[in-house]
C-alpha cells in the first residue's frame, strides 16, 4: 500500500489515500526476472541518465557488486573522453528513440570498475515506463571475439610467411 498524503496546515488535518500498489511491485519484478534471464549484460537507463537496472550480467562484465551501479549516471561507464560526445548522442536518441546498434562501424568501450576499457557492441531499445522514457542497452563483450581474429590473422601472417619463404 502507497498512502500519499497532503496536510492541511491552517485546518490542522492532513488527507490521505491508501493506492494498492502490489500490481506495480509484481509487474516490477517480472520485469527484473525478465532482464536476469539474458545471458548478455543488460543496463536500463532512466530518462536522467541514471542507471535504473544493472543485471547480473553487467555486475560480472565490469566488476561491480549486486546494486552498485543503480543511481549512478550512465556516463561513468564510457570512457572519460567521449563523455561530452555521448551525452550528445543520448540527446539524439531521445528526439529519436527506435531500437538500435549504438555507433556501428566504431569501436566501443565502456569502462569497468578496476578502469579497463572493455570493447563491446552495444544495442539500444526504447522502452516507455510510467510515462517516462527509458532506455535499455544490451552489451556484448568481444574481447574473446578480438582474441579469436588476432590468432586467426597470427595464422595467416605465419602462413603467408612460409609461403613467401619457398
Not at 156 to 163: D, G, K, L, N
Request: charged letters at 30%; one cysteine or more; aromatic letters at 4%.
Amino acid at each position: 500500500m502507497a498512502w500519499p498524503a497532503v496536510p492541511d496546515l491552517e485546518a490542522g488535518v492532513i488527507y490521505a489515500a491508501a493506492r494498492d500498489v502490489t500490481e506495480r511491485h509484481r509487474a516490477q519484478e517480472r520485469l527484473r526476472l525478465a532482464v536476469e534471464s539474458f545471458h548478455t549484460p543488460i543496463v536500463m537507463v532512466d530518462a536522467n541518465s541514471l542507471i535504473v537496472l544493472g543485471d547480473d550480467q553487467t555486475e560480472r562484465l565490469l566488476g561491480y557488486a549486486r546494486g552498485e551501479l543503480v543511481r549512478e549516471n550512465v556516463d561513468m561507464l564510457v570512457p572519460a573522453g567521449l563523455r561530452e560526445d555521448h551525452a550528445a548522442q543520448r540527446s539524439t536518441f531521445h528526439s529519436e528513440p527506435t531500437a538500435r546498434h549504438m555507433a556501428p562501424r566504431r569501436e566501443l568501450c565502456v569502462v569497468a570498475k578496476d578502469g579497463e576499457n572493455i570493447r563491446v557492441d552495444i544495442s539500444l531499445s526504447p522502452v516507455e515506463i510510467d510515462g517516462q522514457l527509458h532506455v535499455v542497452a544490451s552489451l556484448l563483450d568481444l574481447r574473446e571475439q578480438i582474441e579469436e581474429n588476432t590468432v586467426a590473422d597470427e595464422r595467416v601472417e605465419a602462413i603467408v610467411s612460409t609461403v613467401q619463404s619457398l
